[in-house]
């Protein structure tokens, strides 16, 4: 079930979070991304406007890997992927919700950030864990820790990663991808400074770019 999706996410090495106050940025917001070279979006289910930004962009955008974070039940399970997400985030781990992924082949990144966290995923065919609030459990010293444990699988951390520690993240290969939401804050789409979100987006890219198989 992951294949593509971690194809995509492996080729940008970074995952903006998203968190939209109003539908209408969603356009606007897709076209930044792709201007800066990160056709990817985690759009949260932290307001009422997640489901209709998703709609819109992953249909204005098919090239877009568009998909649908803070996903703790399997109604927004259903409601994101009706509404065209790729792939789904969670803070942590619900089991129905990995359950509903994995039996509809929808890719699933479950938050975790301990051992039994991590075991009570693994078996279920999940290949990639969200490392989450990755600054406040310990960085990448913790999931330097947690990755030799675990063979086979990648992380990919979120909480507190910026422009200037992303390089160190993305230079541990255990590492798919580091999500986060410096360049797409809600405090500039808010404010509609996109091209700002474009020149963002772009330093995330060049950044990333020497750890890009
Ligand atoms: C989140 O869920 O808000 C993400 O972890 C983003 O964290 P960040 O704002 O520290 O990048």
Sequence with gaps: MYDEMNRKIEALKVVPVVKLDREQDALPLGEALCAGGL??????FRTDAAEGSIRAMARRFPEMAVGAGTVTTVEQAK???DAGASFLVSPGVNMPVVEYCVENKVPIYPGTCTPSEIMSVLGLGIEVVKF???????????IKAL???FPGLRFMPTGGIN???????LAYDRIIAC????MVSAKLINAG????ITRLSAQAV?????YVK
Aim: proline fraction near 9%.
């Design 179 to 182: 999500g986060g939401s410096w």
């Design 193 to 196: 400074q996109f091209d700002e």
């Design 132 to 142: 989450f609030p990755c600054a406040q459990y310990g960085g990448l010293k913790t």
């Design 39 to 44: 056709p990817a979006a985690e759009i949260t």
């Design 206 to 210: 060049a950044a990333a770019a020497p």
């Design 163 to 169: 422009i200037d520690n992303l390089a160190e993240f």
């Design 147 to 149: 990755a030799p444990v």
């Design 79 to 81: 409601r994101a992927v």
